[in-house]
C-alpha cells in the first residue's frame, strides 16, 4: 500500500510539473505600489464594512471628454491603449500612455479626457464597500 501510494505521489508530482512548465520563465513587474494618490495626496483608511472589489474596463473615444466625478473608494487602474489626460480640481494634470498605472484620487474632484487619436482603453480595480458607489458626479 505504501509503494502504491508513493507511486501515485510521483506521478502526481511529475503531472503538475509538466502542467506549470518552465517556472523560471514567469515574469512579474509591479505596475504600482503606493500610499498616495498620483498628486501626492495620502489614500484613507479602508472604511468599515463588506469589502467589495469591483473591475472596469473602460474605453474612452478620441475626443472625448469624461464628466467631473470623484471617487468615496481607494482606486487603481492600467491604461492598456492609447493616451489619458486626467486633471483635478486645482489644475494638477497626469498624461498616461498605454502601460502606465495610476493611483486614483479619493474625494478630490476630477476628470479624464482622451487627447489622443485612438480610443484609450483602461482597467480600472475598486476596493469599495458593498452597496456604497464608486464613483460620484
Not at 7 to 34: R, T, Y
Not at 70 to 86: F, M, Q, R, S
Request: hydrophobic share 40%; with cysteine; aromatic share 6%.
Amino acid at each position: 500500500m505504501k509503494k502504491i501510494i508513493l507511486g501515485v505521489l510521483a506521478i502526481s508530482s511529475m503531472f503538475v510539473i509538466a502542467c506549470a512548465g518552465d517556472l523560471n520563465s514567469i515574469a512579474f513587474d509591479q505596475l504600482a505600489k503606493s500610499t498616495k494618490s498620483w498628486n501626492g495626496n495620502t489614500l484613507p483608511k479602508y472604511p468599515q464594512g463588506q469589502p467589495e472589489i469591483t473591475i472596469l474596463r473602460i474605453k474612452i473615444p478620441a475626443g472625448a471628454k469624461l464628466e467631473t466625478h470623484e471617487h468615496p473608494v481607494i482606486n487603481a487602474g492600467v491604461l492598456l491603449k492609447g493616451e489619458l489626460t486626467v486633471t483635478a480640481e486645482d489644475n494638477k494634470t497626469l498624461h498616461l500612455k498605454a502601460g502606465d498605472s495610476i493611483v486614483e484620487m479619493v474625494n478630490k474632484k476630477h476628470y479624464g479626457k482622451n487627447e489622443g487619436t485612438e480610443t484609450a482603453e483602461i482597467i480600472i480595480f475598486y476596493a469599495g464597500i458593498e452597496n456604497k458607489p464608486i464613483t460620484v458626479k
